[in-house]
């Protein structure tokens, strides 16, 4: 199949868990990577070599393993400036996860009575429930773009929502449910256009195509490290060194200072000023592993595969009497997130018909009740692809959804 990675069984011998034989004798098929992805085995070898035989705590210990720890902890830091292709290492902050990037942002920028913030229906929780916090303490309004119905952003009132109140334009690159991938350079361009701040929730981008925070024009970006082949409990936040010196902290603690005395502190300039307290070390060198094997490969191949495997899902899927997709059903406007519906039978029931049969999707609504409100349905299932994604998987999902049809006695 054109577009396909051309060495995509020895992609897939770096991942051990793919050879994985499940309850049943069944062999796994993982399609939920836009929940987690799995990890290759250089990323889980770094890890390990580093508990086993560098394990310290960062910027404190004045000894041999110290400094180890903290050279590779920083290392880190530098791999995944390169990946973002950041103009410094300074502006790569670790978080726990996009989320608390998200949080640390709606929490710093200051906002007040009579400013807007201006998000999507197709966010994530995580960006939307922050800053509708942001805003219940500010006193600032929460606005934000519809949808299509074909799971496009409307963007017909742009103008009017975006205006010269506007503080911040808060958006995802590439929608978790509906997969659509959205025009970050435009609305990096109207946000610019009114003097507001631009954010994007790259989470569900950074997997699966080329990064490049210059070329985006934004002022924030935040991705998790889980969805990149990283480990869980690390995310990133990139910004403009110029704005992230302009924040104030977000967590009060070790390292993130400059002077403490009773009565006041001072505070570190970025990246430490928002790494307080013993950050996560393992992770983030887990991280920096998993960002260097995808630039190995290369997005823009592994953006290719995700393309050929999402083309050919989505023709398999129409094959499937009473499934409805949810999103666009060209592949060259979306990422490898499927959503969809099967007539007469429940997410839940979908996804526990498929697991017998070694089958791994998500089901429920994804962190994105608004979107499903949107298109008239409680929760969905999803199928999410990925760089080890082989259409052989794709033929077993369709045939074990032809299945759950016979095994519900659905009609039609």
Known sequence: MEGLLPDLDVIRKDFPILERTLAGGVPLVYLDSANTSQKPQVVIDTMVDHLERHNANVARAMHQLGAESTEAY?????????????????????????????????????????????????????????????????????????????????????DQLVDEHTKVVAFTWVSNMLGTINPVT?????????????????????????????????????????????????????????????????????????????????YAKVPHRFEAGTPPIVEAVGLGAAVVYL????????????????????????????????????????GGAISFELAGVHPHDIAQVLDSRGIAIRAGHHCAKPAHARFGVQSSSRMSSYLYTTPAEIDALVEGLHHTRSYFKVDG
């Open 74 to 158: 920083e290392a880190a830091r530098d791999q995944v400036a390169s990946f973002l292709n950041a103009p410094s290492r300074n502006e790569v902050i670790f978080t726990k996860n996009a989320t608390e990037a998200l949080n640390l942002l709606a929490r710093t920028i200051d906002l007040g009575p009579g400013d807007n913030v201006v998000i999507t229906e197709m966010e994530h929780h995580s960006n939307i429930v922050s800053w509708q916090l942001a805003c219940e303490r500010s006193g600032a309004e929460l606005r934000w773009f519809g949808l299509t119905d074909d799971g496009h952003l409307d963007l017909s009132n742009a």
């Open 295 to 334: 630039g190995h490969i290369g997005l823009d191949a592994i953006h290719r595969h995700e393309q050929a495997i999402t083309a050919y899902a989505l023709e398999g899927l129409q094959s499937v009497p009473g499934l409805t997709v949810l999103g666009p059903l060209d592949a060259a406007q979306r």
């Open 186 to 266: 435009d609305l990096v361009a109207r946000a610019k256009s009114v003097g507001a701040l631009s954010v994007i929730d790259a989470s569900q981008a950074a997997p699966q195509l080329p990064v490049d925070v210059q070329a985006t024009g934004c002022d924030f970006l935040v991705f998790t490290g889980h969805k990149v082949t990283g480990p869980t409990g690390i995310g990133v936040l990139w910004g403009r060194e110029e704005l992230l010196n302009e924040l104030p902290p977000f967590h009060g603690g070790g390292e993130m200072i400059e002077t403490v005395t009773m009565a006041r502190s001072t």
